[in-house]
């Protein structure tokens, strides 16, 4: 990865963090390194207990790296104090301060900088307009309801209009219609104010929706960063392949000049090798991936076998099929669906994505 | 218990008859939900009767009567208990002069309770604070060390704190032993020792009801402000300390309250020589044989802390609505 200097807001450079000591050691963070660019949505996607929180807490400064280093707008910022840091978080339940009006909590950084009356009046009012909560602004936090809370945390986080803005799972206290919405806004935020977010999720959607670049992460490393286009479409790792959407993962053969591999069942197609796999192509058994919807039914396909299951899903169906050696595909399906029992072609997509472990 | 009415005879009929016979049964309902609320209230309504309505008004009724030569009252009605709290009277001529030997007792006392309170807060507050951030398994093994000194009847403590204080005491010899001081420093029957005494009395008082408010505390709310460039000073006064309000003045009332009537503290520590609140209304009952004026004294003591919470909550309340 060639990363600009100029355009990296955050730098982590083979960041670790452990918790506790001897026996009930834990390594939350191993080894970690990442570039997060300048105006990007960031999203650290994994299932809990990954490390990605941690990480945002690092970089928030509530806690404070084992090895390692972090740069902010290439300053060295790993052992500052919260408060030093020029990075704003929206915590998983807001934590409003429930003593303080909105306009209050929304006021309360700029207060605590010292900023004069007059400016700290303005910047509440401007970042009530940009959340669209200027009715609201006497209320008590704790008279709002879920949405309006979360949308007071944002603008509370950005009124003092920090280099980073740090999101912990924001949305999943919503409900899924809200969620859907706060999505949105979350990206209108994003672009109005320039701001570099950097969001924590184990939603996969959610990521895919809202990102500019993804961090998929698990047991305390990062395995893949990428648009949401190429960790869909392009896994590196058999995790992230398994992690984002439905797909198909086969055991195969590679051939000796690793352009091809061989299907169970004899049936070869193109391989297609991720970036950290090129150059040292492997041999033998590999994992690949074939999504259900790069593949079609087909009398004419290559892949033979027998319906086992259909599963309707509004959009289309999921047709789970038997293949002769005796392991299950899954082929989305948008219009009729074949029967159960029936004998079916399968038309393979031009190339299969090769997985490393 | 519910004691629906006869319905008519002749039944009624339709939605109309319904709602008539639904109205009665309710108001019956209502009526011996009331009658059964008074019934349960009642031991607590007679507890409070017995023993604190009828001691005050027997303490009102004293105040207003004359002393008896060998202690108690005899029955003629005198507001001279009121009058000898404020003036003094001449033997020989019945004039009377403004004294405020009772009222510089009263601000003695209250100055003392006052000081101890804040003391109190002042230790308290941090103790609470370390207990409230304790795993919760560990926080019950902190509580009990604070509530031990409960156990241990609180003359004994007293008796134990002037052991420590007295000239002779371990401070002093220790002290004298290293060759910092030559005399021994007079540190037993001053006010100091009184304002130690008092706030070691009353500290788990102070320490529990801040550990409730503080043990609730979401500590996601102290990182909040930190992340939002509050520093630990800023953090402790507009987000710990608010949020521990409720804590905060509970505790201040259970100290000051019983510190301004406190009585053993004052009679051991002080040495009787300087008097509180306390010591002043039971010498009326023991030695002066004043019990008219020591039943005033006590009730112009209620009055005075009654007063000062009703403006407490009023200007708390006031905070509160503009908040």
């Not at chain 1, 060295?76 to 978080?89: A, S």
Request: include cysteine; charged fraction near 20%.
């Amino acid at each position: 990865m060639s990363e600009n200097a100029y355009d990296t807001m955050i730098l982590a450079d083979g960041v670790t963090k452990t918790f506790g000591q001897g026996d009930t050691k834990v390594t939350a963070l191993d080894d970690v390194s990442a570039a997060i660019r300048k105006n990007e949505f960031f999203t650290l996607l994994g299932p809990s207990g990954c490390g990605k929180t941690t990480l945002l807490r690092l970089i928030a400064g509530f806690e404070l790296p084992t090895h390692g280093t972090i740069l902010l707008d290439g300053q060295e910022i790993g052992h500052l104090p919260p408060y030093k840091r020029p990075v704003n978080t929206v915590f998983q339940n807001y934590a409003l301060f429930p003593h303080m009006s909105v306009a209050r909590n929304i006021g309360f950084g700029l207060e605590m900088q010292g900023r004069p009356k007059a400016e700290v009046d303005g910047a509440i009012d401007k970042m009530l307009a940009l959340v669209q909560m200027e009715h609201l602004a006497g209320r008590r936090t704790d008279q709002l309801s879920g949405g309006q809370q979360q949308r007071v945390a944002l603008a509370r986080a950005l009124a003092p209009h920090p280099k980073v803005l740090l999101l912990d799972e924001p949305l999943s206290a919503l409900d899924l219609k809200l969620r859907k919405e706060m999505q949105i806004e979350l990206k209108r935020l994003q672009s109005e104010t320039g701001i570099t977010f950097v969001f924590v999720t184990h939603d996969q959607e959610e990521a895919l929706t809202m990102s500019d670049r993804i961090a998929v992460m698990a047991a305390g490393e990062i395995l893949q960063v990428g648009s949401p286009r190429e960790i869909y479409t392009q896994p590196a790792r058999r995790f992230v392949a398994d992690f984002i959407g439905d797909i198909n993962i086969l055991e195969a053969e590679m051939t000796a000049d690793g352009a091809e591999v061989t299907l169970p069942g004899g049936i070869k197609m193109p391989a297609q090798l991720p970036d950290t796999l090129k150059g040292a192509a492997p041999t033998g058994r590999v994992s690949v991936a074939i999504r259900p919807e790069d593949m079609s039914f087909d009398p004419s396909g290559a892949l033979r076998g027998t319906v086992a299951n259909v599963v309707y899903f509004g959009v289309g169906s999921n047709v789970h099929v038997t293949l002769p050696t005796g392991e299950g595909l899954t082929v989305r399906c948008a219009s009729d669906a074949p029967e159960i029992g029936a004998a079916v072609g399968i038309k393979l997509p031009a190339a299969a994505q090769v997985l490393a472990d | 218990m519910v004691a629906l009415p006869d319905t008519d005879t002749q039944p009624k009929r339709g939605a109309e008859a319904n709602a008539v016979r639904l109205a009665a049964a309710r108001k019956s309902i209502d009526g011996s939900a009331r009658r059964r609320r008074l019934q349960l209230l009642s031991p607590a309504m007679i507890t409070i009767g017995i023993f604190g309505l009828f001691p005050l008004t027997i303490t009102l009724i004293y105040s207003f009567l004359s002393p008896g030569v060998f202690g108690g009252v005899t029955w003629q009605f005198s507001t001279d208990a009121y009058v000898q709290f404020l003036f003094e009277r001449d033997i020989f001529d019945d004039t009377l002069t403004f004294s405020n030997t009772y009222l510089s007792i009263y601000g003695r006392s209250i100055g003392l309770a006052f000081g101890a309170t804040v003391g109190a807060l002042l230790i308290g507050f941090p103790m609470a604070y370390f207990i409230a951030s304790k795993p919760p398994e560990q926080r019950n093994l902190w509580l009990f060390l604070i509530t031990l000194p409960f156990w241990t009847n609180l003359l004994i403590r007293t008796y134990a704190i002037l052991l420590i204080i007295r000239d002779e005491g371990i401070i002093n010899v220790s002290l004298e032993g290293l060759g910092i001081i030559d005399a021994p420093l007079g540190m037993l029957y001053t006010d100091g020792a009184i304002f130690l005494g008092l706030i070691y009395s009353y500290l788990p008082f102070m320490v529990l009801p801040l550990y409730a408010s503080l043990e609730k505390l979401d500590f996601k709310l102290v990182e909040a402000a930190y992340d939002l460039y509050a520093t630990r000073f800023q953090v402790l006064r507009h987000i710990i300390v608010p949020m521990a309000k409720p804590g905060i003045v509970a505790g201040c009332i259970l100290v000051f309250i019983p510190g301004l009537g406190a009585y053993i503290t004052p009679e051991l520590l002080g040495g009787g020589k300087e008097l509180m609140i306390g010591n002043l209304i039971a010498l009326q009952f023991g030695g002066s044989r004043n019990w008219p004026f020591g039943s005033a004294a006590a009730l112009i003591l209620m009055v005075v802390v009654m007063l000062s919470l009703i403006v407490y909550v009023r200007y708390s309340g006031k905070e509160n609505a503009h908040g």
